[in-house]
């Protein structure tokens, strides 16, 4: 069956979600996360889009961005999604696909700002709603740089937040009330397909993966892939959403610590 096309239309945002192949937790290491946002600030410059959210979580990013021309939201993601996934592979010592399927895309007017707060609400409060932390601050987030109106180098404000008040410290206290006061829907109860009784005793024996002879093997333990261009990226975008800066600037290079 062929694909829908996608709805573009001039001065629109796009919520995005891309999820991993298999919903496998691939995100999980930060080597993955910080080359992600390196990764996302090489395709601003190639595209010029402006990013307005972003939650790398452990096997799926959530994106809200505006391209320049409707007809860039493809070319991006492809080329997002393709260069993210040759250097993930290669990180990872495996092959094929990363990404699961098809991105997720839903758009609407830039100029509709109840969904827009309510997208970036949504967006920002995805770790909380996971239970892996209780408040919105999370260092592969950009709830940071609207709370303490901080430059990431990769986001920016969104036009509605701008709106919430004459100034910009009143905007960002109001977009954290906004945020307190979210309370996430519970999830669906599983359910339960045919065969699940059938085959829950039964496990398949994994093939033992051969690499191809010639094939470079980079396995986490012997993986040094300090850039110091992708870690200057991930380091002013972490460093500006994160909820303890201090503390958590001690895990990159002492060399590139610049405050």
């Given at each position: 069956m062929p694909r829908h096309p996608r709805t573009l239309i001039p001065s629109y945002c796009y919520h995005i979600t891309t999820r991993c192949n298999n919903r496998d937790f691939r995100l999980v290491r930060e080597e993955c996360?910080?080359?992600?946002?390196?990764?996302?600030?090489?395709?601003?410059?190639?595209?010029?889009?402006?990013?307005?959210?972003?939650?790398?979580?452990?096997?799926?990013?959530?994106?809200?961005?505006?391209?320049?021309?409707?007809?860039?939201?493809?070319?991006?993601?492809?080329w997002l999604n393709w260069y993210t996934a040759m250097c993930f592979n290669r990180m990872l010592n495996r092959s094929g696909h990363f990404w699961e399927k098809r991105y997720h895309s839903t758009g609407f007017p830039n100029t509709d700002k109840r969904r827009a707060l309510n997208t970036l609400r949504y967006i920002h409060a995805n770790p909380k709603a996971a239970k892996m932390q209780q408040g919105f601050f999370y260092d592969y987030s950009n709830y940071g740089s609207y709370e303490r109106l901080t430059n990431d180098g990769i986001s920016q404000w969104h036009p509605a937040f701008l709106a919430l008040g004459a100034t910009i410290e009143i905007c960002a206290r109001a977009y954290r009330r906004f945020c307190q006061r979210y309370k996430p829907k519970p999830k669906p109860p599983k359910r339960i397909y045919w065969g699940t009784n059938l085959l829950a005793k039964l496990r398949l024996k994994r093939k033992v993966h051969k690499p191809s002879p010639?094939?470079?093997?980079?396995?986490?333990?012997?993986w040094d892939g300090v850039d110091p261009e992708i870690q200057a990226v991930a380091m002013k975008f972490v460093l500006a959403n994160c909820l303890n800066p201090e503390v958590v600037k001690t895990r990159y290079e002492p060399d590139f610590i610049q405050l």
């Open positions: 996360r910080d080359v992600l946002l390196y990764a996302i600030h090489k395709c601003q410059v190639k595209y010029g889009f402006k990013l307005y959210a972003l939650c790398i979580m452990s096997n799926h990013v959530h994106y809200l961005l505006e391209p320049a021309q409707p007809q860039d939201l493809p070319k991006i993601m492809h010639g094939q470079t093997r980079l396995p986490w333990d012997d």
